[in-house]
């Protein structure tokens, strides 16, 4: 049961341009919901989360959109660079308050290359 | 702060031998997860913990694989006895209750041969 889903495994784009890397989710109780990265032979790393009061959030080159009423968010890098080639993550939370106690539902991950 | 540590980085073992990986997380950090990536099925969560104790184990597979969390600093994973379909990279991280995300180990690649 998929509880979020990516469904690009792949993505390819120029350096300097606009990545945009998409996330669905099916589960309403989902309140917090983060990006992570990951290259090759590493653990997975905090990229940037967007609590579900927020439709945006942005940090440097990366913003967060969510669309509650979709289910939908999206990670956009602009400009993008050749090290942003990574395995991206998406993951979403239910409250703390509820007896799953924080686990992380991930998506499959999308490869994402930013080629010269 | 040395992060979530975990050993072996990389394990090689014969079809039906026990396979035993070893978590360190974060000090201070109260929830400990184990997951495993495959290309089939992306990262999976096998078990998590809190405060030690074993709060959901519906991930893991097969009573082949067990978990342990001995104390606040230490975690287990064991396949006993392990099959070639147990090739993966394995994952811990932990998290403090109410504070953001998890922080995950550089993980361990198992192959079983």
């Known amino acids: 049961d998929q509880q979020v889903k990516q469904n690009s495994p792949s993505l390819s784009v120029q350096e300097g341009r606009i990545s945009i890397l998409n996330c669905d989710y099916t589960n309403s109780m989902f309140d917090y919901f983060l990006w992570y990265k990951k290259y090759p032979a590493e653990g997975p790393t905090f990229l940037i989360s967007?609590?579900?009061?927020?439709d945006k959030n942005e940090d440097g080159r990366f913003t967060v959109f969510l669309n509650k009423s979709a289910k939908h968010l999206s990670l956009h890098i602009v400009p993008s660079q050749p090290g942003d080639s990574a395995v991206y993550f998406c993951a979403a939370r239910k409250s703390d308050r509820g007896s799953t106690l924080g686990r992380l539902y991930f998506g499959r991950g999308t490869q994402l290359t930013v080629w010269p | 702060d040395a992060g979530v540590i975990q050993s072996p980085r990389h394990e090689v073992t014969e079809m039906g031998q026990e396979v035993t990986l070893r978590c360190k997380p974060i000090s201070g950090h109260n929830s400990l997860f184990w997951y495993r990536q495959t290309m089939m099925r992306g990262l999976e969560l096998l078990i998590y913990?809190?405060?030690?104790?074993?709060?959901?184990d519906s991930g893991m597979p097969e009573d082949r694989f067990s978990a342990k969390m001995p104390n606040a600093s230490f975690s287990t994973l064991k396949i006993q006895p392990s099959e070639p379909r147990d090739s993966a990279v394995y994952f811990c991280?932990?998290?403090?209750?109410?504070?953001?995300?998890?922080?995950f180990g550089s993980g361990t690649r198992l192959t079983v041969v």
């Open positions: 991280a932990s998290r403090k209750t109410g504070v953001g995300g998890y922080t």
């Open positions: 913990f809190n405060n030690n104790v074993p709060i959901d």
């Open positions: 967007i609590s579900s009061i927020k």
